[in-house]
T-cell receptor, first 116, second 115 residues
Framework: NAGVTQTPKFRILKIGQSMTLQCTQD?????MYWYRQDPGMGLKLIYY???????DKGEVPNGYNVSRSTTEDFPLRLELAAPSQTSVYFC???????????????FGDGTRLSIL | GENVEQHPSTLSVQEGDSAVIKCTYS??????FPWYKQELGKRPQLIID?????GEKKDQRIAVTLNKTAKHFSLHITETQPEDSAVYFC??????????????FGSGTRLQVQP
């Protein structure tokens, strides 16, 4: 299994440009998440999804959109890039919790995005 | 929503000493508390987790303790080694029935183990 795969690994955007960060997982996980990590900081939740066709906002959703048309894919879209969106973006996934509680989240390698 | 505070922000220890990182959480409904290790430029990696039905869990040199009454949990690393140097994040998650099911992370602790 490849686990969680993110593309691209690095990207530089100009202010106002748009782009989609790709995330795919091959573990048949229902839950998927997008986090951003600013330098020296923890991870903040942008959006998450509990299954195909279902998405919900996290702590910092402004300026982003997501879709979940399949179990495997959870792309994150930036419509009008702003310097404040310069960050490292991590996608993660996990399986439906078992009776004893949550299952660990598996992270991708991240996308390092700079907006100039 | 949940708020997780983590201390200290930096921690320097001598090789072989113990390291302790502490976190507090605000939502008494949270029932899952993982710890992640992140090396520079890498993805967060789960190192240990604990669920609210236990008070302590150990895995070799790593242990986590949970005090539900006080709403705090701690990571203990014994016999530290230079390869333990990294940023450590704690996190908390509410139960699924709360609707929103995701991790809230602490701000991280940069651990440096001096040889």
């Amino acid at each position: 299994n490849a686990g969680v795969t993110q593309t691209p690994k690095f990207r530089i955007l100009k202010i106002g440009q748009s782009m989609t960060l790709q995330c795919t997982q091959d573990m048949n996980h229902n839950y998927m998440y997008w986090y951003r990590q600013d330098p020296g900081m923890g991870l903040k939740l942008i959006y998450y999804s509990v299954g195909a066709g279902i998405t919900d906002k996290g702590e910092v959703p402004n300026g982003y959109n997501v879709s979940r048309s399949t179990t495997e894919d959870f792309p994150l879209r930036l419509e009008l890039a702003a310097p404040s969106q310069t960050s490292v973006y991590f996608c993660a996934s996990t399986s439906v919790p078992r009776p004893r509680g949550d299952q660990p989240q598996h992270f991708g390698d991240g996308t390092r995005l700079s907006i100039l | 929503g949940e708020n997780v505070e983590q201390h200290p922000s930096t921690l320097s220890v001598q090789e072989g000493d113990s390291a302790v990182i502490k976190c507090t959480y605000s939502d008494s409904a949270s029932n899952y508390f993982p710890w992640y290790k992140q090396e520079l430029g890498k993805r967060p990696q789960l190192i240990i987790d604990i669920r609210s039905n236990v008070g302590e869990k150990k895995d070799q040199r790593i242990a986590v303790t949970l005090n539900k009454t006080a709403k705090h949990f701690s990571l203990h690393i014994t016999e530290t080694q230079p390869e333990d140097s990294a940023v450590y994040f704690c996190a908390a998650s509410p139960p699924v029935r709360e609707g929103r099911r995701a991790l809230t992370f602490g701000s991280g602790t940069r651990l440096q183990v001096q040889p």
